[in-house]
């Protein structure tokens, strides 16, 4: 720079005039560097930027002399250009207890699913083109076969997500007409998927029945009228009416709408394409089970149980579906090549349901033993002791994880982890948010849970150790 080298404790404040020009910043060797690797664009951005906010802070007489040594700004500059090129979406470890976690991404994809979108994503592929013929082929039927197979259903189509998929079902199946729904399932998801809206938005008039805990049979034959288009049910899937309660199964609304010439349609939620309860887990009702029972349109999620990529899985009647596909909505709400090459080596795993409970990673995180999970907690529980203290004491405990994403709302999974706890009272809750907040700023960030005035790491999700135990280091050092 154009001023002497000073020394590194130089603290005395810096004033306007003193900051380098952008031109004599990006001369030097740091910058230089940095000029070859990324070209001019990047580094002079990110250089100019370096320099307004120096200079404000210079301004306001904050600034260090000793922050202006060539040495310092080199080293700002590269962190700056480096923070601009590291990607915002990144993996974390999910210690939060609940597997399928909306917030955290979801079902985490097999390895054939991600090995299969990379083949398939590095050049051009047959997404809408037949092969046999040919000619111009249709997305949906690299799936379609596959999704008949595993539900029984005469058709299947896929769209971007579930709430795609019950605003698509409506507009083609009820437009401008009546939706017949049950009081007690008037479902809101979250994220704004509240049914009364989506029926709106999809153009059909909703019309309850019955009350929040009991709906009968006769309460959706009443309400039939020459405007009703649909019959639907939804699946109460992230709350539990309990108590006095009766409702009408999908069997027995569909027998209504058929008495009627009407569509059924249900909004499962999350459905499992397989029986849980083989695997020791509690039952979610399952697409097949829907269809047999006599629904025209069943649709799911790909990335809640069925442990594939975001998607709206429909199918049904040929009819139904027929319908479906040719509403102008439908080409507003199709799916990419990444979700569909994803989905689709997913769907393949469950050809070899005695395999599944160890490829598909969804499945095998619900059904790892707890005594598993706790015997890892315990091989944990002493580096972690060591690197947290001596500001906190680490425990090994018995927990109650959950599936998430809605699925089995009541059911917990019982898991083991780490109760952290500070050994100071005072302040207790401010040391507990502050290292929930350092382990979320390591480099592979781990989120966990605060209960109880403890920070509960559940270890369900964490197959590997070593992805923690590497960051035990770091996180003694910055707690220190
Ligand atoms: C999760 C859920 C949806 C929304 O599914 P997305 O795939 O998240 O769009 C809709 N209905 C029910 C009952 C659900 O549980």
């Known amino acids: 720079m154009s001023r002497p080298s000073e020394s590194v404790v130089d603290g005395s404040k ?44 210079a301004v306001a007489g904050t600034l260090s002399r000793g922050e202006l040594q060539e040495s310092v700004l080199q080293a700002a500059l590269a962190a700056r250009v480096r923070q601009r090129l590291a990607p915002r979406m990144k993996r974390v470890l999910n210690l939060t207890g609940t597997v399928i976690h909306t917030n955290l991404g979801r079902a985490l994809l097999a390895d054939e699913a991600l090995q299969h979108v990379l083949q398939t994503m590095a050049g051009p592929n047959n997404l809408e083109f037949d092969l046999g013929r040919g000619g111009r082929g249709d997305r949906d039927e690299l799936i379609e076969e596959l999704l008949t197979t595993l539900t029984g259903a005469e ?71 020459p405007r009703t288009g649909l019959l639907m049910k939804v699946h109460t899937s992230n709350y539990a009416v309990q108590g006095f309660t ?58 809640k149980l069925l442990g594939g990529p975001q998607a709206g899985l429909i199918v049904g009647s040929r009819d139904a579906i027929g319908r479906i596909r040719r509403t102008p909505l439908k080409r507003a709400l199709r799916v990419g090549k990444l979700t569909l090459a994803a989905l689709e080596a997913t769907l393949r795993l469950y050809l070899r349901p005695e395999r599944l409970a160890r490829d598909l990673p969804t499945l095998r995180l619900l059904t790892r033993p707890a005594a598993a999970i706790r015997a890892q907690a315990e091989q944990l529980q002493p580096p972690v002791a060591t690197a947290l203290a001596p500001r906190f004491s680490v425990g090994v405990v018995e927990l109650l994880g959950q599936i998430g994403s809605g699925s089995l709302p009541v059911d917990r999974l019982p898991s083991a982890g780490l109760a952290i706890a500070p050994l100071q009272k005072k302040g207790a809750g401010r040391a507990l948010d502050e290292l929930a907040q350092l382990l979320r ?40």
Do not use: W
């Open 14 to 57: 810096a004033s306007p005039k003193e900051l380098p020009s952008i031109d004599l910043l990006l001369r030097a060797e740091g910058a230089q560097a940095l000029l070859t690797e990324h070209g001019h664009t990047l580094v002079a951005n990110e250089a100019r930027a370096l320099i307004d906010a120096l200079r404000a802070r």
């Open 441 to 480: 700023s390591l480099p592979l960030p781990v989120i966990g849970r605060i209960a109880e005035d403890r920070l509960l790491l559940d270890l369900r999700v964490l197959e590997d150790s070593g992805e923690l135990l590497a960051q035990l280091p770091l996180l003694r050092e910055r707690l220190s």
């Open 155 to 225: 058709a299947a189509t896929v769209v971007n997500n579930n709430a795609a998929a019950v605003l698509l079902t409506i507009a083609a199946l009820a437009h401008g007409r009546e939706v017949i729904v049950s009081r007690g399932e008037l479902v809101e998801i979250g994220g704004a998927f509240r049914m009364p809206e989506v029926m709106a938005a999809a153009g059909a008039t909703l019309v309850e029945v019955g009350t929040t805990n009991r709906t009968h049979a006769h309460d959706y034959a009443r309400a039939i009228n």
């Open 246 to 303: 009766a409702a009408v199964d999908e069997a027995g609304i569909a027998r209504i709408a058929h008495e009627h010439g009407l569509p059924m349609a249900t909004d499962l939620g999350s459905g499992a394409l397989v029986d849980l309860q083989a695997h020791g887990l509690p039952h979610e009702p399952t697409p097949r089970e829907k269809i047999a029972a006599g629904c025209d349109v069943v649709s799911f999620s790909g990335d």
